[in-house]
């Protein structure tokens, strides 16, 4: 890893550790973001307005961008924001994209309910991380306008009920980073204009992702994808034999796939296979030493 971006990750990596959340300015070119908010604008206009009490009548969402759009693979696999995101999730044998997620609040929209993101899975650990999560704004985010609404501290503590939340205000190019156990929502957009944006979030290997990967991104779309963004899609298998296909890892299907897959193939940790190793090795004495 670059230098530069080891120094930057442990720098935003202890900011995020310490407040539940973090904005990193400039991260990319705001040439990228309209680029990227190009592509997705005509998905925005024939997209539907959501239902639900949790996303609201007044929201447009829609997933599965790195199929939407080229432009989405640099954000999601930006260097630093993955070396801050494994250097968070180390609970896992590799991190996996949760989501990829395109959002407009609409003039109007109330404020979202506050909430943590990790209440998705039903059992948790204290004190691990399931989730990092990464807002991009397509336009300047302001308190007017429905900024993600951040309580500080809350990854840690409940707010005291008259603790007031920080409005994540910035512009296209800049990141807002916040976990998993970290209290938010969205804000009402009390302008005459959408608010839109993306988010793109990581999950420990081994849980259920928000989005199903398989199902945005079959294997003849993942072909497309650099090996790193593939593997974050789902196209990794997690040791020991999670997210298997034909008992091989997924990334078998990346290649030429054959009429006749081949047999199953362990994919373990070390760890593990030295331990059965040494099993087998203590079997094989015990047999040698058997009387004939």
């Known amino acids: 890893?670059?230098?530069?971006?080891?120094?930057?990750?442990?720098?935003?990596?202890?900011?995020?550790?310490?407040?539940?959340?973090?904005?990193?300015?400039?991260?990319?070119?705001?040439?990228?973001?309209?680029?990227?908010?190009?592509?997705?604008?005509?998905?925005?206009?024939?997209?539907?307005?959501?239902?639900?009490?949790?996303?609201?009548?007044?929201?447009?969402?829609?997933?599965?961008?790195?199929?939407?759009?080229?432009h989405a693979?640099?954000?999601?696999?930006?260097?630093?924001i993955l070396a801050i995101a494994r250097a968070v999730l180390t609970e896992c044998d590799a991190i996996q994209l949760n989501l990829t997620q395109a959002v407009e609040l609409m003039p109007g929209a109330p404020m979202q309910p506050p909430h943590?993101?990790?209440?998705?899975?039903?059992?948790?650990?204290?004190?691990?991380?399931?989730?990092?999560?990464?807002?991009?704004?397509f336009v300047p985010y302001t308190a007017g306008n429905g900024a993600t609404l951040v309580w500080p501290g809350s990854h840690r503590r409940e707010p005291e009920p008259s603790e007031a939340p920080v409005a994540a205000k910035m512009r296209p190019g800049a990141a807002?980073?916040?976990?998993?156990?970290?209290?938010?929502?969205?804000?009402?957009?009390?302008?005459?204009?959408?608010?839109?944006?993306?988010?793109?979030?990581?999950?420990?290997?081994?849980?259920?992702p928000y989005e199903l990967p398989w199902l945005a991104y079959p294997p003849a779309v993942a072909r497309t994808f650099p090996r790193e963004i593939a593997a974050l899609a789902?196209?990794?298998?997690?040791?020991?034999?999670?997210?298997?296909?034909e008992g091989r890892c997924p990334s078998f299907l990346l290649g030429c796939v054959s009429a006749q897959p081949p047999g199953a193939c362990d994919t373990l940790r070390p760890e593990q296979e030295a331990a059965i190793r040494a099993f087998m090795d203590m079997q094989q004495g015990l047999v040698r030493q058997e009387p004939r």
């Open 73 to 80: 693979a640099a954000f999601v696999g930006h260097p630093l």
């Open 234 to 245: 789902g196209y990794r298998a997690h040791r020991p034999n999670l997210g298997t296909w």
């Open 116 to 137: 943590r993101d990790e209440e998705m899975w039903p059992l948790r650990t204290p004190g691990v991380e399931y989730l990092v999560n990464v807002m991009w704004p």
């Open 1 to 70: 890893m670059d230098s530069t971006i080891d120094e930057a990750a442990c720098r935003w990596h202890d900011a995020l550790l310490r407040d539940g959340y973090c904005i990193i300015p400039d991260l990319v070119g705001e040439d990228a973001v309209a680029a990227l908010s190009a592509d997705l604008d005509p998905v925005f206009e024939r997209t539907p307005l959501s239902e639900g009490l949790f996303y609201g009548n007044a929201t447009r969402r829609f997933h599965g961008l790195l199929a939407r759009t080229p």
């Open 176 to 208: 807002l980073l916040f976990l998993g156990s970290t209290l938010h929502g969205g804000g009402a957009n009390r302008s005459p204009y959408p608010r839109r944006g993306m988010i793109v979030s990581y999950s420990l290997g081994w849980l259920k």
